[in-house]
């Protein structure tokens, strides 16, 4: 392991390289530390950027979130599009997670349980990875938390179209294109987790979304849907959320929006969703 400790940082962070297979590194953001005696909350977290930009500076408010509602989090400098399209991005998030997961005991705790979590663009490879991990019947995950969700590549919901207004360009828009290798990968459920036809066997989910938040809908939609398929779910929308989702992306030491009121959803899906997990 290549390790940096980051004191600048507001929270307790160390950036790391991790080998999840033979000759294949990534860097991780760590969040957090193991508490002796104790077992905490295993997230594995995917940063926002429309699937073309971002790096794990800008994961570092949802991080630091989710480490003070007292998890422990490894963020993931996941391959950006057009380069490294679908399915690379979750190629790279599944094999992490099952990394995490081999490891959860020394990262939190003996039987710790793992979530995925993400935010805009991480919050769409959250959910698709979270179909991945349902499917390899491995790892077993204790929920998903998906903030401002990126599920719907027309990009025409109600509440996009009065953010965006007039503007030809919209930067969800361009982020798809690059994200899919060709149109039929908005088929493939992973790719497209909003209109997956399948939703049985998904963990509990946490949906967070602003009242104007141009994602508030696809976000909601998804939310509804797995509702409709019996599924646990637990939706809220933020009041006075100004500058969703991108104030989620923000790298420094600003307080985004309801950071205390987001901080608090995490903590009461953690307790929520504590349980015994399989091997």
């Known amino acids: 392991m290549i390790q940096s400790t980051r004191p600048s940082s507001p929270s307790l962070c160390t950036d790391t390289t991790i ?3 033979t000759e294949q590194q990534v860097a991780v953001r760590m969040y957090g530390r193991k508490k002796a005696g104790e077992t905490s909350p295993l997230v594995v977290h995917f940063h926002g950027g429309a699937f073309v930009s971002g790096d794990l500076d800008n994961g570092c408010t949802v991080g630091g979130l989710l480490e003070a509602a007292g998890a422990r989090v490894v963020s993931v400098a996941y391959p950006l599009a057009p380069a490294h399209p679908f399915p690379q991005p979750l190629e790279t998030g599944y094999a992490v997670l099952k990394w995490a997961f081999k490891h959860r005991s020394r990262l939190a705790g003996p039987g710790a349980l793992v979530y ?7 919050g769409n490879l959250a959910a698709g990875i979270s179909m991945m991990a349902r499917d390899q019947s491995h790892p077993p995950l204790a929920g998903q938390i998906l903030l401002s969700p990126m599920l719907d590549p027309c ?7 009065a953010a965006t207004g007039e503007a030809t360009a919209c930067k969800w828009a361009d982020g798809w294109l690059k994200f899919f290798r060709c149109a039929r990968d908005a088929e493939h459920p992973y790719a497209v987790p909003g209109t997956a036809q ?3 066997g998904l963990p509990p989910t946490l949906v967070l979304v602003g ?9 909601l939609a998804y939310a509804a849907r797995l509702e409709a398929a019996g599924l646990a779910v ?3 929308v933020f009041t006075q959320a100004a500058q969703w989702p991108d104030a989620l992306l923000q790298p420094g030491t600003n307080p985004c929006p309801c950071a205390v009121q987001v901080q608090e959803q995490f903590r009461l899906f953690f307790e929520a ?3 015994p997990a399989s091997s």
């Not at 025409?156 to 179209?161: N, V």
């Open 198 to 200: 399948r939703l049985a």
């Open 273 to 275: 969703t504590r349980c």
């Open 19 to 21: 080998e999840v297979a």
């Open 116 to 122: 995925l979590a993400g935010e805009e663009a991480g």
């Open 211 to 219: 009242d104007t938040d141009p994602l508030r809908d696809e976000a």
């Open 234 to 236: 637990k939706r809220h």
């Open 155 to 161: 990009v025409g919901t109600p509440s996009l179209r």
